[in-house]
């Protein structure tokens, strides 16, 4: 990955208040279902950004425990 690419998902994710981990994992698990959906991208990503703070959250309380 190019040094621009790699800035840009970190500023992507940074101004969606997610982090670049959450966002892939919760991208991925959009991507595997895909082939069965024909929803406007936008909505995809919109689920993946909400399902990444999700994600986000829960590393946070483990890592206070």
Do not use: C, Y
Not at 19 to 29: D, G, K, M, P, Y
């Amino acid at each position: 990955m190019s040094e621009e690419a790699h800035d840009r998902w970190h500023d992507f994710a940074a101004e969606n208040g997610v982090s670049v981990s959450a966002l892939l994992e919760a991208l991925a698990e959009e991507v595997a279902g895909a082939e069965e959906k024909t929803e406007p991208h936008a909505l995809v990503l919109e689920r993946a950004i909400s399902s990444s703070r999700q994600i986000d959250a829960s590393r946070r309380r483990r890592r206070k425990d």
